[in-house]
């Protein structure tokens, strides 16, 4: 090959590539319709109904009270607050004026423009890196009680974490828990709109009134 030739791609490379490109088109065009079906006033945050199918199940009001208290309490006036895969704790931190990213999977949620990022726990740094360490808080609540989503919930939490951590899982994921993100298990209970066939705990790394 002369140096005046271009390097080419080959056959099979580019059709992955293209791939790709159609794929995220796809995405950000169904992105953009969500956005588009938002109501404009700004004051009315959209609300969603569970998707059972992404293994959603919304806290009740007294736990999503209780959990938005100490969350905002745990990151002080100014600090910064991640939700991983917890939508339902977005609207009542937005209520006070709380500086929160949500990362979901359910691209519904692209509702609510610069504080969504996208999530996909089975890529558990495929968030950006400028948001390593920068956040006084993360709550998170991953969608399935397996070995594999905790561990990988857990790299995302401890990426995007400075230091303190809320967990809500299932009972049966406790020790598993504790040896990934060193929380401790709390007495509060927290509960769900729909009653649910597993026990949930809270776990934390701090002090708090849970």
Not at 1 to 30: C, G, I, V
Not at 178 to 205: I, S
Request: net charge negative; hydrophobic share 35%.
């Amino acid at each position: 090959m002369s140096d005046d030739d271009e390097p080419q791609l080959s056959a099979a490379t580019f059709a992955a590539l293209q791939e790709f490109y159609n794929e995220e088109k796809e995405r950000q065009d169904k992105v953009a319709k969500i956005l588009e079906s938002v109501n404009d006033n700004k004051q009315d945050i959209p609300q969603f109904q569970e998707d059972w199918q992404l293994s959603q199940f919304w806290y009740d009001d007294e736990t999503a009270d209780r959990l938005a208290k100490e969350v905002l309490k745990a990151a002080g006036p100014e600090g910064k607050i991640a939700l991983v895969s917890c939508p339902t704790l977005y609207t009542r931190l937005k209520k006070s004026n709380a500086n929160v990213t949500l990362f979901e999977y359910d691209e519904r949620f692209a509702a609510y423009e610069t504080d969504f990022c996208f999530y996909d726990y089975r890529n558990p740094l495929k968030v950006p890196s400028e948001m390593t360490s920068s956040f006084d808080i993360v709550v998170a609540d991953p969608p399935f009680l397996s070995e594999e989503c905790l561990t990988k919930t857990a790299v995302t939490i401890r990426y995007l974490a400075k230091d303190k951590i809320l967990l809500c899982t299932g009972a049966v994921m406790s020790d598993l828990a504790q040896r990934l993100l060193q929380v401790r298990q709390l007495d509060f209970l927290p509960g769900h709109r729909n009653n649910l066939g597993n026990e949930f705990r809270c776990f934390a790394n701090f002090e708090c009134g849970l």
